[in-house]
Nanobody, 125 residues
């Protein structure tokens, strides 16, 4: 199955932007539905965004809709999360995930069978 590695996390002031990347190896990237999840300190993991195999259909949580954009480049086996207008409450460990078992955006962690190691995002006020 596919292996996933996130990058691009870091610290930024409120109102700033970050772009996360998740590079895949192994498997067949275009067959994987992809998602981004985050876990804020002291809270449970939550869906941020998900995208279907072709990249034409995406889901966003209400808290990030209009500020974050998820995309994928199947030729580069990479998915991205562009995060704009960041808020302190966006802070947390961001993980990308993939599944070749479901089609369409998947919002439940149990649907995914491949996970990256996570990358820290810290937004200061």
């Amino acid at each position: 199955q596919v292996q996933l590695v996130e990058s691009g996390g870091g610290s930024v002031q409120a109102g700033g932007s970050l772009k996360l990347s998740c590079a895949a190896s192994g498997g067949t990237f275009s067959r994987y539905t992809l998602g981004w999840f985050r876990q804020p300190p002291g809270k449970e993991r939550e869906i941020v965004a998900a995208i279907n195999r072709s990249g034409v259909s995406a889901y966003y949580s209400d808290s990030v809709k209009g500020r974050f954009t998820m995309s994928r480049d199947n030729a580069k086996s990479t998915t991205y999360l562009q995060m704009n207008s960041l808020k302190p409450e966006d802070s947390g460990v961001y993980s990308c995930a993939g599944t070749d078992l479901v089609v369409g955006p998947a919002i439940n962690p149990e649907d995914y069978n491949a996970w990256g190691q996570g990358t820290q995002v810290t937004v200061s006020s």
